[in-house]
């Protein structure tokens, strides 16, 4: 069973910064492709940082320079490092696992609220 495991969201001031953290059971995250979406009230999900197979990574225009995405494979743990944070940035970030016949895994979500 492939379970995808989200922490690290929470209340941050603007100019802040957030690590968040997707913790993988039943696959193994240098085996997949892995992504970071993010959900706002009112709005569709969005892609904001993906990392591939071959360890390219790629972001939303909005977050470039911002954000990075990594992977650590002795935890099979994806991270999210946020920096410089926006009131913009607000919304439910979910984990994204998917294997090579685009099959899609996702967490349950983690709330990141920045307000002052």
């Known amino acids: 069973q492939v379970q995808l495991v989200e922490s690290g969201g929470g209340l941050v001031w603007p100019g802040g910064s957030l690590r968040l953290s997707c913790a993988a059971s039943g696959i193994i995250v240098s085996n997949y492709a892995m992504g970071w979406y993010r959900q706002a009230p009112g709005k569709q999900r969005e892609l904001v940082a993906r990392?591939?197979?071959?360890?390219?990574?790629n972001y939303a225009d909005s977050v470039k320079g911002r954000f990075t995405i990594s992977r650590d494979n002795a935890k099979n743990t994806v991270l999210l490092q946020m920096n410089s944070l926006k009131p913009e940035d607000t919304a439910v970030y979910s984990c994204?696992?998917?294997?090579?016949?685009?099959?899609?895994?996702w967490g349950q979500g983690t709330q990141v609220t920045v307000s002052s």
């Open positions: 994204n696992a998917q294997d090579i016949n685009k099959y899609d895994y």
């Open positions: 990392i591939t197979l071959g360890s390219i990574t």
